[in-house]
Every structure is written in C-alpha cells, then in structure tokens.
C-alpha cells in the first residue's frame, strides 16, 4: 500500500467518531433495559423500528447491584443493519451479561455478533454459561466494514478468543478494558484473532489482558494496516504479545509486559515477546515500554518436588535481546513491579495457577481447560504496582507504564480515533529524562517523507553526535541519545529535513 493511500485510510477512521455525533444524527434516545432473563434481546429487536429511525439510541443497562444480572438466552444479534450501542448507567458494580443454560447445556458461541457498528461501555460480559460450560469466543466481527467500540467493558472466561474477526476492514478501539482467562490450549487461546483478513484499525489503550494462554493479538494471514497500543498491561500471556503477521503502520508505547512468552521451541512466535512482519511501507516506533519477568517468585510459588518438568529459564535472554535490538535499550526497560493482587496471588485470594504454571506441570497438553480455575476478574485482581519502580513514571507522558486506571489515572491528550493520523507539523519533543545523565530518548514527528538529520551540538557548535542521517517517511520517531565520553553541560539537538533546520531543543547532561 502507497504512502497516500495509507493516509487516506487512517485519516477517513479518524473521522468517525465526528459523522456519528449526536448532533449530526438528532437528539439522543435513551432506552431503559431491567435485569433479567432475555430481556436485553427481547427489548433491542422489539425496538428495532424506533431504532432504525433515530440510530442514536443508546440502550442502559443498570449498575449499582449484584444482582443485576442480564442472562442472554441467545446471541446477542442486531435484528437489523443499523448501529447498536448499549451503556451501563447508575454506579457501583458493573451490570454482567451471563450465558443462561440452553436445554442441551451447551454455551451460547459467540456470545455477541457484530454485523455493523457496536459500542459497548460498561459492562462485564461473562463466558461462562449458568453451567460453568464455557463459550469458544465471546465478540465475532463477521461484516466487512463493521466498527467495534469497547469502553471500559471486562470479559471473563473464554476458551479460543476474546474477539475473532472474519469481517475484512474492521475498525477496532478498546479502552480501559480487562480481559481474563482465556485458555484452552497454547496456540489456540487468544485476545483479539485475525482469520486471514485486513484489519483497517486496531487500537488498544489502557487496558489489562492477564491470563491468556497464547497471545494478545494473533495473526492469521491477514494485514493489520493500523495498530496502536498504548499504556497496556499485559500479564503472564503464554507465547508473543503481539504476533503481528503483515502490518503498515503499528506503535507500540508505555505498555508493561510482566511474565510474558515462557513457552520454549516448538509453539507458534516461540522466543518472540513481539513478532512483525516486513512489508513495504512498514512503519514501527517502539519505545517507553516495560518488560519484566519475575522468575524466583514465580518459582518459588508454583515450583514443586513433585513436578515432572524441570523450571526452565526462558525469560532472560529472551529480555535482554528485545530491549538491546534495535537501538531499543535507552527506551524500553527491564523493571521489577510488585503488582497490589496479581491475577495468581494466592496469599491475597484464591488459590489459582497462573498460565505459566499450568504449562510446567504438563507441557505435552494441547487441550482442555478444566485443570485450570478460573478467577474473578473484578473482584480478585489489582494491577497496580509500586510506585517506586522504574515504571512507574517510565511513560513517555511521565505517567506510569502499562495501564493507569489501576492508579486512578486517566489517559488524556489523546483523541479516540486519531492516533493514526501523521503529524501535521515537523516537530521534535522534549528529550526525556532532562537533565540525564548518560542518556535521553528524542522523539521526532514528520508531516512527510524526506532526508532527515537529527544532529547533536554542543555550546560552541560543533557537531558531536550524529543519531539519524537518512531518508525517513511521515511519521513519528524515537532515538536515543547516548552521551558517554562527553562532558558535562547543555548540548543542542536539531532536526533538519531535505537540508533545512526546522526546530532545535535544548539538553543538558549532568554526570
């Protein structure tokens, strides 16, 4: 895909979110949903009519009990081609959308079908029917074309994935979501799976994905044209994060990956915490991300006489040789965090294993979740950390890496939809740390292609670092600044393009 085209794509699902305001599709219709069995289906197809005249409707549900419980008795479907947006109103726990048992047992698979536009904002959605038998996936985009929003929504227990996409030009945006359990084998249990088809856009910010068995994000064959993922958290996941397949444009920044890819040779993105495949016009910035892998502990909690399978020590070298690739070690870091309640703290809830766990105590399984135990993704998780750890103002914002909801801090100066958009101006940030001392990170924007050269200075004006000389496309960059042999002082860093400055800042090293 050319430059142009990229940019035409990106720039017309920035705006989105503008052609379906309110104010351009009349007043906002509100429909009230109560708690019980099958009512949430009943109500949206016998509204139907009234929605497809005024597709501003917004279905609430109710927060504020335990109770307050939605069993669906089917999939949840749209009964029609128009959007559908459902949102939990009140305050207290979130309202939960339970499987009911159908008359055989089995569970409802998907639980929710996207044909056109959903949005979904506030609400819990549990995989487990009123059996405890659960469902292979939860949400399956089977349109082309379709938009699916997701704020502030947790999902619970699902044995292939969390969101399967067969519908080609998705439009993704999940934001301060929780996802939890997903297991039922190490390659085939996943966050979001890509079947083979182009995704237009996903974006991930602010969310917590912990336990899951294979990866966050699996490519199946497809493209992911665009891919944001920004202050996650991801959470002893079983092979690569992210295996990204073919991807055009993807920034990875401020996650936290703790405990991540333990699985050895032989499974699917094996020795990969990130996997991405070269395609012309690939566009990658990685930086001011936390990477961590707590090995004693993990041993000394899960670690028995009685295993058959020694505990290996896959996490080190792969760590070192992620944050050292690539001219990534001023940016991405190995941290320690101690997590509030970890999803397998067993001193604080109940006893449960986390993934990795369940991998050591038998490699060979390729099936069945039922020797792992499921736990409440609300009520027994915490993943906010110390706030003495590196991490903890490691974020290219100053905030914490890795999601920062656990901290009652919010995600701000970021437009829902347009992270994608190139940079309308040439620009060159702050380096971060300032004062440092041996060495900073720099970022860089560019509206367009050309020959770029981000050069350091010092006071007298002469040139005494050269960090990037060469032809770059439209997009943002970040570059380390690594000051070892100089002196103490204030140095000038100075981004020109095509042979023309067009902004200097000022550094100052203090040894």
Not at 148 to 167: E, Y
Not at 180 to 201: E, K, L
Not at 301 to 307: F, N, V
Request: charged share 15%; aromatic share 10%; proline share 4%.
């Amino acid at each position: 895909m050319n430059r142009t085209r990229c940019s035409a794509i990106l720039l017309a699902a920035a705006g989105l979110l503008f052609l379906t305001s309110p104010s351009r599709l009349g007043a906002q219709r509100y429909v009230d949903v109560p708690a019980g069995y099958g009512t949430l289906q009943s109500i949206i197809r016998a509204d139907s009519v009234n929605r497809a005249a005024n597709p501003n409707t917004i279905y609430r549900v109710h927060r504020g009990s335990i109770d307050s419980v939605y069993y669906l008795t089917s999939t949840l479907d749209y009964w029609g081609s128009m959007q559908l947006n459902i949102q939990s109103f009140g305050t207290g726990p979130l309202p939960r959308f339970v499987m009911a048992t159908l008359s055989d047992g089995t569970p409802i698979t998907p639980i929710i079908y996207v044909r056109k536009n959903l949005s979904l904002k506030g609400v819990s959605i549990e995989g487990k029917n009123t059996l405890g038998v659960t469902a292979d996936r939860i949400i399956r985009i089977q349109d082309s074309a379709a938009t699916l929003t997701l704020d502030s929504v947790h999902f619970a227990n699902s044995a292939q994935s969390f969101i399967r996409v067969d519908g080609k030009n998705a439009r993704i945006h999940l934001k301060n979501c929780r996802v939890s359990n997903i297991f039922s084998d190490f390659s085939n249990a996943r966050g979001v799976d890509n079947r083979g088809v182009t995704i237009d856009t996903l974006i991930m910010e602010g969310c917590s994905f912990y336990r899951i068995a294979s990866r966050v994000y699996r490519d199946g064959g497809g493209i992911l044209t665009y891919g944001f993922f920004n202050h996650n958290t991801f959470v002893d996941i079983g092979t690569a994060v992210l295996q990204l397949g073919s991807t055009v444009n993807i920034t990875y920044t401020n996650n936290l990956s703790v405990n991540g890819q333990f699985i050895g040779t032989g499974q699917s993105a094996a020795g990969r915490l990130i996997g991405i495949s070269a395609v012309p016009g690939l566009t990658v910035h990685i930086f001011n991300n936390v990477f961590y892998a707590d090995t004693a502990a993990l041993y000394a909690a899960y670690h028995t006489s009685s295993d058959t399978v020694a505990f290996p020590g896959w996490f080190a070298d792969t760590l070192a040789s992620l944050i050292a690739s690539a001219g990534l070690s001023g940016t991405n870091i190995s941290s320690p965090v101690t997590f509030t309640i970890a999803p397998w703290d067993i001193a604080n809830a109940i006893k449960v294993d986390s993934i990795a766990r369940w991998y050591w105590r038998n490699p060979t399984v390729n099936s069945s979740n039922s020797s792992m135990v499921g736990i409440d993704s609300i009520k027994f998780t915490n993943l906010a950390y110390n706030t003495d750890a590196p991490a903890y103002t490691f974020g290219s914002d100053g905030k914490p890496a890795g999601a920062s909801e656990w901290f009652g801090i919010s995600i701000t100066g970021v437009v829902p939809g347009t992270q994608h958009a190139l940079p309308a101006d040439f620009s060159l940030e702050h380096n971060y740390p300032n004062p440092f001392n041996p060495s900073t990170a720099i970022g860089y924007s560019l509206p367009r292609n050309g020959n770029v050269r981000l050069v350091v200075y010092d006071l007298f004006g002469r040139e005494v670092r050269t960090l990037v000389e060469g032809h770059q496309s439209a997009g943002r960059y970040r570059t380390t600044f690594d000051a070892r042999g100089l002196a103490s002082g204030a140095y000038f860093c100075c981004l020109s393009v095509d042979g023309v400055v067009v902004v200097t800042n000022k550094m100052l090293l203090m040894k």
